[in-house]
């Protein structure tokens, strides 16, 4: 049985009632911990849907629930009374309030590695991990393993912890994207890990990169088998002895899984090659590269991943190709939200991209490479949205481009309207090119997320046609 005695007779704080807080104090109802030992803190002065969540609650758990609830901007000032302290992700632990309590912080993603009873593969990437999290998954049930898929965006990692069937777990597996917010402190085994990447995203939210990079790091610490991508040995100082110590294998380029001119290797063996495979770019042959290490580690047959990718499509908002109409292919890269993870868009299409939407909220990000690669592939048309445009139009603005003997003159829409980026790429885009969407930057300041931001971009192209 298993033993949930951490929780109980402790006061327990559930920092923020979003989606993950409701997801939090229903995991505490359901293993038996005392409403009179929760508290919900919340920064907001009223939270909407509370009373509806609540009567929900009542009825799931019954009408006798007293809660305590202390919102408002001092609602951090009182975390010292807490035994127990549940942050959501969307928090940082470097806040000045949180770091003085860092012993008594636990996490969602915590409390999964804690109590599931399975195997853990774990995923890392700071873009990408959503692609190769779900080939995974794929992979597996193609090997008729027994697995489940948890992504770091949509439903609560709790709501994914089957309570009634934990100790019936052992012979399962869950493929899990773990984003650097979770990473945090995490402390527990897991079966494998996959870093493929470090990139500068979330630096504001880590309160610097050395601490968004350890984050990441972190999880090789608690594995017992670590895929690293090559590039992140030779540049994040791993030594021979690291590598020994973690149980690392790498992939890429270079190490035992490589890809090169179109084939994949295994210790220097080809083992098969692109040609049936459906996903384009450098990328997702690098994610291929990584799966090889997974078959390795669990006996599963090359064959069973080749016939995996085979069949393998896009993800929705990841490089999808909408339609083509007018002459024009419409790509939808929303989830792409770093100005590295939109260089690999534009590598993946080259010259045929004629117009690009870049994006939002300013993390600080440093955009000089994003402007090479758009000089190098002639971009000609650029919507630019707040708060980043402002700083990418003044690099590029009135700036020609080369290309091969041309001279190419860019295009600059500032804008705030989906409708009106549209309606501009309709207009400047030439005949048989590529309108993109992938934005360099998330969306916050004005939209919620990616996935409205690309299901406006699909609506506006229909609409507008």
Request: glycine letters at 6%.
């Amino acid at each position: 049985m298993i033993n949930f005695d951490k929780f109980h007779n402790k006061k327990i704080a559930i920092l923020w009632y979003g989606r993950e807080g409701k997801s939090s104090l229903q995991f505490l109802l359901k293993i038996g911990v005392s409403p009179r030992n929760i508290t919900i803190l919340d920064g907001a002065k009223k939270i909407e849907g509370l009373t509806a969540n609540f009567e929900f609650i009542n009825q799931a758990f019954g009408t006798d629930l007293d809660f305590n609830m202390i919102l408002g901007d001092n609602y951090l000032d009182t975390l010292k009374k807490f035994d127990l302290i549940i942050k959501t992700p969307g928090i940082s632990l470097y806040n000045s309030k949180i770091l003085p309590y860092k012993e008594r912080i636990t996490s969602q993603a915590q409390i999964f590695f804690d109590y599931y009873q399975g195997k853990i593969i774990a995923v890392s990437w700071t873009k990408g991990k959503s692609t190769t999290s779900t080939m995974i998954y794929e992979m597996l049930k193609h090997a008729k393993k027994n697995v489940s898929l948890i992504w770091n965006i949509g439903s609560p990692v709790l709501d994914a912890l089957d309570m009634k069937d934990l100790g019936s777990q052992k012979d399962e597996y869950a493929v899990f994207e773990v984003s650097s917010y979770m990473l945090e402190g995490l402390k527990k085994n897991n079966y494998i890990s996959i870093l493929l990447n470090v990139y500068s995203d979330h630096i504001d939210r880590h309160e610097g990169f050395e601490n968004y990079k350890n984050a990441k790091f972190n999880l090789l610490k608690w594995s017992k088998h670590n895929l690293v991508r090559d590039e992140i040995i030779e540049n994040d100082g791993f030594d021979e002895e690291d590598i020994k110590e973690l149980g690392i294998r790498t992939f890429w380029h270079t190490g035992e899984y490589t890809y090169k001119e179109g084939n994949f290797y295994v210790k220097e063996k080809k083992v098969f090659d692109n040609h049936t495979i459906i996903l384009k770019g450098e990328h997702n042959m690098m994610n291929i590269s990584a799966l090889l290490g997974i078959c390795d580690i669990m006996n599963i047959g090359y064959e069973i991943l080749e016939e995996t990718v085979a069949t393998f499509k896009w993800l929705p908002h990841r490089m999808e190709n909408i339609w083509t109409y007018a002459g024009i292919t419409w790509i939808d890269d929303a989830i792409s939200t770093t100005p590295e993870s939109t260089i690999q868009a534009i590598q993946t299409f080259g010259k045929q991209i004629d117009t690009i939407f870049l994006w939002w909220t300013d993390r600080g990000y440093v955009f000089d490479n994003l402007i090479k690669c758009i000089r190098t592939y002639g971009i000609r048309n650029i919507v630019l949205f707040p708060d980043s445009g402002n700083r990418i139009a003044q690099l590029i603005r009135d700036q020609d481009i080369p290309v091969g003997k041309e001279v190419v003159w860019i295009k600059i829409l500032q804008t705030k309207s989906m409708k009106e980026a549209v309606q501009f790429a309709y207009k400047n885009t030439k005949n048989w090119k590529i309108c993109l969407l992938s934005t360099a930057s998330p969306s916050y300041s004005i939209r919620k997320n990616f996935e409205e931001k690309g299901n406006l971009f699909q609506k506006y192209i229909k609409e507008s046609a």
